[in-house]
């Protein structure tokens, strides 16, 4: 009886922490740093001509070789930013891939550039 509870134990477990690395992969990633993120940020999967793309800065976030906006914020697993009226909200994928939850109309992959 206790071999079986052991093993049910067991079981609930492992499958608790399976199901966190498939769907927040973010919680065993490591925390990237501000340097880490400085640098451009290109979209993957889209032609290259029409990728959306942005760099940080430590004076900001930086679009078409111009400064869009001086005031960003970056814990170690969000960047966000507002351009305009636009808010813009980034997740940490890992040290060289960033997913854009922000503007919702589809969700998109970047890469580091450099």
């Known amino acids: ?3 079986q509870i ?3 134990v067991f079981i609930i ?3 608790g922490a399976s ?3 498939a769907t927040r992969p973010e ?5 990237m740093t501000k340097k880490d993120l400085y640098g451009e940020w290109v979209e993957l999967e889209v032609a290259p ?3 959306d793309r942005f760099e940080v800065r430590s004076d900001g976030i ?4 111009s400064r869009a906006t001086t005031a960003y914020t970056f814990d170690g697993d969000e960047l966000s930013y507002t351009i305009g009226t636009q808010e813009y909200l980034y997740r940490v994928e890992n040290k060289s891939t960033l997913e854009r939850l922000s503007p919702a109309h589809y969700t998109s992959m970047f890469g580091k550039a450099n």
């Not at 930086?62 to 070789?65: K, R, V």
């Open 1 to 3: 009886m206790t071999k």
């Open 6 to 8: 052991f093993l049910l």
């Open 13 to 15: 477990l492992a499958g």
């Open 19 to 21: 199901f966190l690395v």
């Open 27 to 31: 919680f065993f990633a490591p925390d």
């Open 49 to 51: 001509y029409a990728a």
């Open 62 to 65: 930086y679009t078409n070789g």
